[in-house]
């Protein structure tokens, strides 16, 4: 029954490592996001994807990479993660049109250490 | 650009006190504008929108009122509930940042018993 889904809720890992998050809707919509929250709360948009097509491609280093192997999917792959990507991942997807009414995933909390 | 200034958390209320949450905003053309909440280990949910000035929007007890001469958004309840303890970001969009939506920095708010 869950609208957007996540996979880890936690992950916790070692600098240099490569990870992986995923993210799931059975909303139908056909836009996925993906956003990064850091300690204070602050939200910054990452990616956007609209029927598998990347929208949205803020400054973010190249070692964050999106994949959207269908339109219910998007996942986010981060090589050679550093300190400095703790944080908390959201995933968000929105109905073509209503881009303002996005609907969150549970968050994945991400601390490397 | 487009940017959403709130008031800084954290705001500590006793339970039934008015809650007023600042907001102003700076856009060209004509944005839409939101309200989103987070409870705790939650993501964002959409609380209300207004789409046009002087439009009000309201749910679950709370409003806020599309002001244009002021570009402001405040959001307001006449009595908050503990169970309003979240973050609460006021948010904008419109087709000059090709919809994508740009969330203030959010305003925590606890109320205690």
């Known amino acids: 029954d869950t609208a957007v889904s996540q996979t880890p809720k936690y992950l916790v890992t070692q600098m240099g490592n490569d990870k992986s998050i995923k993210c799931e809707q059975n909303?139908?919509?056909?836009?996925m996001y993906w956003y990064k929250q850091d300690s204070k709360k602050f939200l910054k948009i990452m990616f956007s994807y609209n029927n598998k097509e990347l929208i949205i491609n803020e400054t973010v280093p190249n070692r964050f990479s999106p994949k959207s192997p269908d339109k219910a999917h998007l996942n986010l792959h981060i090589n050679s993660l550093e300190l400095g990507d703790s944080a908390v991942y959201f995933c968000a997807s929105s109905r073509l049109g209503r881009e303002y009414e996005q609907y969150f995933g549970p968050g994945t909390r991400l601390t490397v250490t | 650009g487009n940017s959403v200034t709130q008031m800084e958390g954290p705001v500590t209320l006793s339970e039934e006190a008015f809650l007023t949450i600042n907001c102003t905003y700076t856009?060209?053309?004509?944005?839409?504008l939101f309200w989103y909440v987070q409870y705790p280990g939650e993501g964002l949910q959409l609380l209300l929108k207004a789409t046009k000035a002087d439009d009000k929007g309201s749910n679950k007890g709370f409003e806020a009122t599309y002001r244009k001469e002021t570009t402001s958004f405040h959001l307001e309840k006449g009595s908050v509930q503990v169970s309003d303890s979240a973050v609460y970001f006021c948010a904008l969009s419109s087709q000059t940042s090709y919809d994508k939506v740009i969330f203030g920095p959010g305003t925590s708010l606890s109320v205690i018993p």
């Open positions: 909303l139908g919509h056909d836009t």
């Open positions: 856009a060209t053309g004509y944005p839409s």
